[in-house]
């Protein structure tokens, strides 16, 4: 490891040594030490992950000058059942919905290198009788259910995730869309028997467009809805949310 980076992961995490699980941040490893420089000195801040099945993509947001900015888009490996929700254990299908990722959910040695766990089922599927456990987001490029990246994008997710969970990040909302939920795609299959639960998705969808903040998603009479501190929200802030790190 270099000794610029070794001061740098010092330096990110002395301000935060104080929470109890700080010691599960490791050094850098040689892989690891391959992230931009940009990149690393958005380590700690607030995260907020968003999934489009049908692009098979993973987007990784910041809070950066008080709204998400996308930092890097991440093609997905591989992920199972097509597009709708997951309902049972052993439907080999990844899950879609509104989850909640937090230190606990965090397994640095997983079988499949790096993972953290969804928090499947939810309350939402609970209240529907779905069935199943062990809903991940890992490495390896295999799935069964899962979402599975390769290593090198893993390491990177996972390390964003976890900075930002011991700078005080209570959970990191993990949003999970079949597609991008525009008026005319969604009307596009507006005969799929998901057609119902599509419209709940798109309420979260519609609020991080317009605000570039995580919708607070609760849910009631086995519905999805905004909690009504989101439906505040009118007046977002202005910002870029252009990919500082396309270039």
Same mark, same amino acid.
């Not at 610029?4 to 995490?13: K, T």
């Not at 529907?128 to 390896?140: N, P, Y």
């Given at each position: 490891?270099?000794?610029?980076?070794?001061?740098?992961?010092?330096?990110?995490?002395s301000p935060v040594s104080f929470y109890s699980n700080? @010691? #599960?941040?490791?050094?850098?490893?040689? +892989? @690891? #030490?391959?992230?931009?420089?940009?990149? +690393?000195?958005?380590?700690g801040l607030p995260v907020y992950v968003r999934i489009i099945k049908e692009d098979k993509v993973l987007e990784l947001f910041v809070k950066n000058q008080g709204t998400y900015q996308l930092v890097q888009t991440y093609p997905i490996c591989n992920y199972s059942g097509g597009l709708g929700p997951k309902r049972y254990q052993g439907d080999f299908k990844s899950p879609e919905g509104f989850y909640q990722v937090t230190m606990q959910s965090l397994n640095p040695n997983s079988k499949f290198y790096r993972s953290f766990n969804?928090?499947?089922p939810n309350q939402y599927d609970q209240e529907?009788?779905?069935?199943?456990?062990?809903?991940?987001?890992?490495?390896?490029c295999v799935s069964t259910g899962c979402y599975a990246m390769n290593n090198q994008q893993i390491s990177e997710i996972y390390q964003f995730i976890e900075y930002a969970l011991i700078n005080g990040q209570p959970q990191v909302e993990v949003n999970i869309f079949p597609f991008r939920m525009t008026?005319?795609?969604?009307?596009?299959?507006?005969?799929?028997?998901?057609y119902?639960?599509?419209q709940q998705l798109k309420v979260g969808y519609d609020f991080f467009e317009k605000t570039h903040q995580p919708?607070?998603?609760?849910v009631s009479n086995g519905r999805y809805n905004l909690a009504p501190q989101g439906l505040l929200a009118n007046n977002p802030q202005k910002s870029n949310p252009a990919n500082p790190f396309a270039r």
């Open positions: 490891m270099s000794k610029s980076l070794f001061m740098l992961s010092v330096l990110l995490l700080a @010691q #599960s941040v490791q050094p850098l490893t040689e +892989q @690891q #030490s391959t992230m931009q420089p940009e990149k +690393q000195r958005l380590l969804l928090g499947y529907h009788g779905f069935t199943g456990k062990h809903l991940m987001v890992h490495g390896d008026n005319n795609k969604l009307n596009s299959y507006s005969h799929s028997v998901h119902e639960f599509w919708p607070n998603m609760i």
